[in-house]
């Protein structure tokens, strides 16, 4: 699987969009985006997936860029629940295994 | 009740013991994962499972042993536990899939080696 970069730390203000973004410039093809967060003394939860075109669910946005070496996670209204570490991984076609990056620890200010 | 569930929660434990940790899940998935976090490293995979008849080694299975008892039960052995293993230990599953498929986490279990 190829590896994903993520900044390390982001903060934002609550009931305020937020826009998680990773880097992901070795994709292959058939390389699957995820987005998992975890919140504290939790295991990692999904959040959403997607392969080129933009996807939404009730958590979040996915946004793919055209040439899929970047994506954004977009949460809509950060509230308090959403500060978590949020991690951006990609899954072979296999779906074999996931690398978890160390992702971005999102703040959320009340 | 949770889909995936760990035990023990907490374990603190003496260098040179065995030890199991557990997972089990009421899913239904064939597929099933071991991962540890260490602070800063984010979660590494162990060993994997595809069904009952299948194991794989992950990334950093040495050290470590597994066992697929039954569909919804995956058990992972410390065979001499050493304080480098000191870590959180989560379980996770998935559907067979072409890598679409979400995993789904267990809470996890802290292992204290001393």
């Known amino acids: 699987d190829a590896k994903t970069t993520q900044p390390n730390s982001m903060e934002s203000n609550e009931e305020e969009p937020v826009h998680l973004p990773c880097n992901h410039s070795?994709?292959?093809?058939?390389?699957?985006i995820h987005w998992y967060r975890q919140l504290p003394s939790q295991g990692p939860e999904y959040v959403i997936h997607?392969?080129?075109s933009n996807v939404n669910n009730r958590m979040a946005s996915l946004a793919i860029a055209e040439d899929r070496k970047s994506s954004t996670l977009i949460l809509h209204r950060a509230t308090l629940r959403d500060a978590a570490v949020y991690y951006c991984i990609l899954r072979d076609v296999t779906g074999n295994q996931f690398y978890f990056g160390t992702g971005t620890s999102l703040t959320v200010i009340p | 009740d949770a889909d995936v569930t760990q035990t023990p929660r907490n374990r603190i434990t003496k260098t040179g013991k065995r030890i199991m940790l557990e997972c089990s899940q009421t899913k239904g998935h064939d597929r099933m994962y071991w991962y540890r976090q260490d602070p800063g490293l984010g979660l590494r995979l162990i060993y994997y499972?595809?069904?009952?008849?299948?194991?794989n080694k992950g990334e950093i299975s040495d050290g470590y042993s597994v066992s697929r008892q039954a569909q919804a039960k995956f058990s992972l052995s410390l065979e001499s536990a050493i304080p480098n293993q000191t870590a959180l230990y989560f379980c996770a599953t998935s559907d067979p899939g072409t890598g679409n498929q979400p995993q789904h986490f267990g809470d996890g279990t802290r292992l204290s080696i001393l």
């Open positions: 499972s595809f069904d009952v008849k299948d194991i």
């Open positions: 997607g392969l080129t």
């Open positions: 070795t994709i292959s093809g058939t390389d699957y």
